[in-house]
């Protein structure tokens, strides 16, 4: 089955500055990979996704690469806020078969003042 | 529009009891999961209905562990003789179906704690 690594599990940066976080995922014909954002003890909501027919997605200040070949994929958050701290989850599945999410372990975002 | 609900919130079970936990999704959508998040871990994938049909139950963890969605839209998820290590967070998620429209939406949750 379908194994999602995600790196790292926390992260701190300073306001205005960017948060990279990287997953990698194992099943090549998984061909979805949404992002989470999930504050305590609230829902996931799904903040981006990208299909494997495109390399990069943005919305605002959020933007995902995809690289199929080496089967990672990355979120990128510029200009960061205070109220981007949470806890991002990585996702992957393959819509075609089961559609079923696999995430990653999370990361936990800290954005300091 | 209103988005997935679930109910009870918050759960406690003597360790033996039965507990059912209910998922509304959003009305209209084919398709419901159940995931269960253990503290500080990233939401497993539990089973997965399209329609009333339970295509999918390969991450029940024991045949204590039960879903049923008998018209296509409330589901339950019930767990017998709950043990300690089912304590978590029980997300459902709901979604239309078909790419490009399958975008899982999902619950509050049911945080579900045995003593």
């Known amino acids: 089955g379908e194994n999602v690594e995600q790196h790292p599990s926390t992260l701190s940066v300073q306001e205005g500055d960017s948060a990279v976080i990287k997953c990698t995922y194992s099943d090549s014909a998984s061909n979805y990979f949404p992002w989470y954002k999930q504050e305590l003890g609230k829902r996931p909501q799904l903040i981006i996704d990208i299909r494997s027919n495109v390399g990069e997605k943005k919305d605002q200040r959020i933007a995902v690469t995809l690289n199929k070949t080496a089967k990672h994929f990355s979120l990128h958050i510029t200009e960061t806020q205070p109220e981007d701290s949470a806890v991002y989850f990585c996702?992957?599945?393959?819509?075609?078969?089961?559609?079923?999410?696999?995430f990653g372990t999370g990361t936990r975002l800290q954005v300091t003042l | 529009g209103a988005g997935v609900s679930q109910s009870p919130r918050y759960k406690v079970a003597k360790r033996g009891q039965d507990v059912a936990l209910r998922c509304d999704p959003i009305?209209?959508?084919?398709?419901l999961f159940w995931y269960q998040q253990a503290l500080g871990q990233g939401p497993e994938f539990l089973t997965y209905f399209q329609n009333e049909a339970q295509l999918d139950k390969s991450g029940l963890p024991s045949d204590r562990f039960f879903a049923e969605r008998p018209e296509g839209s409330v589901s339950t998820l019930k767990i017998q003789r709950t043990q300690q290590e089912d304590s978590a967070v029980y997300l459902c998620?709901?979604?239309?179906?078909?790419?490009?429209?399958?975008?899982?939406?999902f619950g509050p949750g049911t945080r579900l704690t045995v003593l």
């Open positions: 998620a709901s979604s239309p179906w078909r790419a490009p429209t399958d975008t899982q939406y």
């Open positions: 996702a992957a599945s393959n819509t075609g078969t089961a559609s079923k999410l696999t």
């Open positions: 009305s209209g959508h084919v398709s």
